[in-house]
């Protein structure tokens, strides 16, 4: 019944920013942690970042810890990712999803469902 949407996608070079946007519709996020992974071409999935549905609460992957930053605006029920600091390795087609019940907010893929189409973010010079 949720349904999110990821956008945002975009080509940048290193050092560059940039800021994904993960819109809900069918239902509202703010009974749910929402979070972001990413995937790179040859890689498994990885866990980015994850949000409490408050806001009040986030978690980062070590690999992006100082430079991304989670928000999100439950009246808009949109939740961003703000990417700063690119670098070639954050190069992955980025997903957001819900987790399937009230809980912290873990950044294991097994926690999510409602997963997005996912949206290509490459950073290279």
């Known amino acids: 019944q949720l349904q999110l949407v990821e956008s945002g996608r975009g080509l940048v070079q290193p050092g560059g920013s940039l800021r994904l946007s993960c819109a809900a519709s069918?239902?509202?996020?703010?009974?749910?942690?929402i979070g972001w992974f990413r995937q790179a071409p040859g890689k498994e999935r990885e866990g980015v970042s994850c949000?409490?549905?408050?806001?009040?609460?986030?978690n980062y992957a070590e690999a992006v810890k100082g430079r991304f930053t989670i928000s999100r605006d439950n009246a808009k029920n949109t939740v961003y990712l703000q990417m700063n600091s690119l670098k070639p390795e954050d190069t992955a087609v980025y997903y957001c999803a819900r987790t399937i019940a009230t809980m912290g907010c873990p950044l294991g893929g097994w926690a999510f469902r409602s997963w997005g189409q996912g949206t290509q973010v490459t950073v290279s010079s």
């Open positions: 069918g239902s509202t996020l703010d009974d749910y942690a």
């Open positions: 949000i409490s549905s408050s806001g009040g609460s986030t």
